[in-house]
């Protein structure tokens, strides 16, 4: 089996929205990531609330769950290694106080990156997962330069070891994908597991429109911001303790 | 006025054919170079994940930039209805065409998969200004090339003023273009600038011409065709106007990013402690690509020497290459602002300045295209003609002919 048809059946879920760009196409492939009846429509919108107080300095449970989870190599050196999570430091340039908080694409749902795209190949779905297509990237990285976040990677070179669900390519952009693979068989990203399980519980995922949900209620009821919020992304990912 | 000659050059000579297989080589050089990054991937490359534009970058840009300007030669000659210019408008055209070509080559043979163009070329996101660049440069090619054939065609000559208007209005959109695919990048300090559409505008004018006549002054020097200094120093002083309008744009772009406080510590960082782009910009684009040639083409005496004058061409271009460097590269060098009032560290480099380095498979890409663009140029004055026998004063310029007969006259 060609590795190109390998990395179609795994984008699985991601195939879903170029379905709504492309009706008809890769009906075969969806059918086997979830059931038909299971569309993705904007009835949901997939987020993540990060707790920073919670974030332990020198902690990267969420990192490394990530590299795991996505088959990110890390024997790479590092200007080029691509980074879907890291974890950042802040100081305050006033007070010195120190912080430490993830960062990783922020799933904005008004994403630049998809609006500079030439080809349609960043996009966002329905569900608010933004995604990159491999199959259409070109490797032009414009979307790279348009993120306010630095969210993505270049694949700079040839890869080996992938995950059979985790479609990557070199020559094409990459970034954070919610884990869409795993989100799309109703499991919760590696990162958001790990942190819960061996890190400080500061991630919480979820339906940010369920109000049902913990996310949900959380943001109704406690303070939250997004980063560079004067940029009006409405991103899917928000923080605390900022 | 006398009717132009125009002839095909005889290029039969040893060193026509040594240009061309000089230039040939370094395009074998180039598309090697693109081989190798390509199998390879870009980590043979300089660029990496902060710098992701890099030297291929600089030369597509710079190509495409003097690409529309170049043509504006033929628009003052079509458009504007100066006689004077008219025997150059076709190697303006010519020379339009070539170099966007060699600027779009550059640019897709540096994507991460170039064996997919034809997914760029038929899958379109219509809200990408990339897309929309993409019908420009096609536009652009087809468009001028009608335009040559109006003006080399005799029966359809009475056209040549309104596609020349439609190439001149097509080339101010292709520019506009060209500077929005770095204005639309909100979240980068360096570009947040409504004057960056404007500014490659007025660039375009000057890196164009500057190369107009330094292609004219080899083209005319080398098949031993009279060039005159009635049109050669009109060149160089309209050039001399342009490389002020730049500077003066630069000033203004800079000055109004003072002026916003949230750019200051980009600005400091151009201006004063970015090191190499600091030393690129004061002394690259602002130096050698303005004051020097500023100097010379306004020197009563030096603007008249030809040597002077090539010369003060080539520093503009230098300059040019410089300043586009500063644009790209280090616009992204400076790293994005995501946490102001935070001094950030991360394994990703977040408020790091970006670290990049040239390499070699790159410039020998970017040469390879510049080359690509003189071939091409080369090739076509020799099967088709583009040039005029002569551009001698009595030849171009009808006035100057009758005062020098005056002057005969008055000495007789
Ligand atoms: S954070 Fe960057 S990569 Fe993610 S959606 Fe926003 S612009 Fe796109
Ligand atoms: S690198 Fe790929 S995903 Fe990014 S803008 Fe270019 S084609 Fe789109």
């Known amino acids: 089996m060609s590795l190109d048809r390998r990395q179609f059946l795994a984008v699985g879920g991601a195939v879903l929205a170029s379905a709504a760009l492309a009706p008809g196409m890769r009906l075969v492939e969806l059918a086997e990531a979830r059931s038909p009846d299971q569309a993705v429509t904007n009835a949901q919108r997939w987020g993540i609330l990060v707790d920073t107080t919670r974030c332990a300095e020198g902690c990267s449970a969420c990192v490394s769950a990530c590299n795991k989870e996505n088959g990110l190599q890390q024997n790479v050196r590092l200007d080029i290694r691509p980074q879907w999570i890291r974890t950042v ?60 976040y630095k969210a993505r990677s270049f694949v700079h070179e040839n890869l080996t070891g992938q995950r059979a669900d985790v479609p990557r390519g070199k020559g094409t952009v990459e970034g954070c994908n919610m884990c869409v693979h795993r989100v799309d068989e109703g499991r919760i990203p590696a990162c958001v597991e790990a942190c819960n399980y061996d890190g400080g519980k500061a991630l919480t995922f979820g339906d940010m429109r369920d109000p049902a949900s913990e996310i949900a209620k959380r943001l109704a009821t406690q303070q939250s911001e997004e980063i560079r919020p004067n940029l009006n992304l409405d991103t899917g990912v928000r923080y605390q303790g900022l | 006025m006398k009717f132009t000659d125009f002839r095909e050059i005889e290029g039969r000579s040893l060193g026509y054919w040594g240009l061309l297989g000089f230039l040939g080589i370094l395009i074998v050089a180039g598309l090697a170079a693109a081989y190798y990054m390509e199998s390879n991937g870009h980590h043979v490359t300089g660029m990496n994940n902060q710098i992701v534009w890099g030297i291929p970058h600089v030369f597509a840009v710079f190509m495409i930039v003097s690409a529309s300007g170049v043509l504006n030669v033929a628009s003052i000659a079509s458009v504007f209805g100066r006689a004077m210019y ?15 070509i060699g600027g779009l080559t550059v640019l897709v043979l540096d994507l991460g998969k170039p064996d997919r163009l034809i997914v760029a070329m038929t899958t379109y996101n219509f809200k990408s200004i990339f897309a929309w660049n993409i019908f420009l440069y096609t536009g652009f090619m087809v468009i001028v090339a009608v335009y040559l054939w109006m003006m080399m065609e005799r029966r359809m000559n009475v056209f040549t003023k309104h596609a020349g208007m439609v190439a001149f209005l097509w080339r101010l959109t292709l520019t506009t273009g060209t500077g929005s695919i770095f204005g639309f990048l909100i979240a980068r300090e360096a570009y ?24 004219t002054m080899a083209a005319y020097n080398l098949t031993g065709r009279p060039l005159g200094d009635a049109i050669l120093h009109r060149l160089k002083n309209l050039l001399g106007v342009f490389v002020a309008a730049v500077l003066y744009f630069a000033l203004v772009y800079h000055l109004t990013n003072l002026y916003m406080t949230a750019h200051h510590a980009f600005e400091k960082f151009i201006l004063l402690d970015g090191g190499v782009y600091t030393a690129l910009f004061w002394i690259g684009q602002v130096l050698i ?9 306004f020197n009563g005496q030096l603007g008249r020497s030809r040597p002077m004058i090539a010369l003060a061409a080539a520093l503009v271009l230098v300059g040019a290459f410089c300043q586009v460097y500063v644009i790209i590269v280090g616009g992204q060098a400076f790293p994005l602002i995501i946490f102001p009032g935070k001094i950030v560290s991360s394994s990703f480099f977040d408020g790091a300045i970006g670290q990049y ?53 008055a000495h007789a």
């Open chain 2, 192 to 215: 947040d600038s409504a004057l960056l559409a404007p500014m490659f505008i007025i660039m375009s004018f000057s890196f164009g011409l500057a190369i107009f006549i330094l292609y």
């Open chain 1, 89 to 148: 430091t802040l100081q305050d340039e006033q007070t010195g106080y120190v912080q430490t908080l993830p960062m990783m694409c922020q799933h904005c749902e008004e994403p630049p990156c998809a609006d500079v795209c030439p080809t349609g190949a960043s996009f966002r779905r329905a569900d608010g997962i933004v995604l990159v297509d491999r199959h259409i990237c070109i490797g032009c990285r414009y979307c790279m330069m348009a993120c306010p």
């Open chain 2, 289 to 297: 690509g303005g004051v020097l040639p500023l100097l010379i083409l």
């Open chain 2, 357 to 409: 380095r040239p390499s070699l498979p790159e410039v020998m890409l970017g040469i390879g295209g510049v080359s690509l663009a003189m071939a091409m140029t080369t090739f076509a004055i020799k099967v088709l003609p583009f040039l005029p026998l002569s551009l001698a004063d009595e030849d171009v310029d009808p006035h100057h002919a009758a005062a020098a007969k005056g002057t005969e006259a």
């Open chain 2, 86 to 100: 008219k025997p150059l408008a076709r190697l303006s055209g010519l020379l339009a065409i070539t170099l966007l």
